[in-house]
């Protein structure tokens, strides 16, 4: 049995002060779930987050990293740095990453390769745009995404991974993948992984993100490979945000 998993993307929103009435009542409240909680701020606040979360059933996370250990590399952040403030998470290829900053498969292969040894558990991103979709290439660009990490990491780098699935068109526009057409790519993405190898394919948590609010998030979060959802927007909404996490309960 799969354990959900829901983790919010904070994206670049927050402030200490709106941070911690968040993070307190998540703190408060989230023993009570039976699902994984995941928080991911924005680099600045992973201290508070380490500060107000730390013995408590919510992890955090950051928003992404750099593929190099050190050196001169302004601006960036190691998955080092992210270990001694305690994260346990880190997204890599988030879309946003990928479109706007120009992160390519095989920089964001970089970047699984050095969360994974650093003992940080990366969340990978894959999804189409709306145009991919269109034409009928989802399943060809999620497998390309994936099998970029797969050739730097080999399936044993996969072991301590969680991936989601984020349809970019389904990002912060209010238009949800349907449940199935979210099933559909996820058990597209768990065949793909099995046909490649990897044992566990049955046993790797595989989120759902695009617009998921409390709203829809009981009947995604009940389809058969979807394990938990990866919530931008509503995260910052700490009712919406919980009443999410008991979507997944
Ligand atoms: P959204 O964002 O929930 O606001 O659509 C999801 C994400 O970017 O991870």
Known sequence: ????????????????????????????????????????????????????????????GAQSLSEFPQGAHTGEV????????????????????????GESDSVVAGKFEAAVRAGLVPVLCVGETLSERES????????????AVLDRVGVA???????????????????????EQAQAVHALIRSHLAACGFEAASAIRILYGGSVKPQNAVELFGQPDVDG??????????????????AAN
């Open 78 to 101: 190691s998955a080092g740095m992210l270990c001694d403030l305690g994260c346990r998470y880190v997204l890599v290829g988030h879309s946003e990453r990928r479109s706007l900053y």
């Open 136 to 147: 009928g290439v989802t399943g060809d660009v999620v497998r390309r995404q994936l099998d």
């Open 229 to 246: 959802g990866l919530i931008g927007g509503a995260a910052l909404v700490a009712d919406d945000f919980l009443a999410i996490c008991q």
């Open 157 to 179: 780098g996969l072991a301590s991974a969680v991936l989601a699935y984020e349809p970019v068109w389904a990002i912060g526009t209010g238009m949800t993948a349907t449940p």
């Open 1 to 60: 049995m799969r354990k959900k998993l829901v983790a919010g993307n904070w994206k670049m929103h927050g402030s200490l002060r709106q941070n911690e009435a968040l993070l307190q009542r998540l703190r408060a409240e989230a023993g009570a779930l039976s699902c994984e909680v995941v928080v991911c701020p924005p680099f600045p606040y992973l201290a508070q987050a380490q500060a107000l979360l730390e013995g408590s059933a919510v992890a955090w």
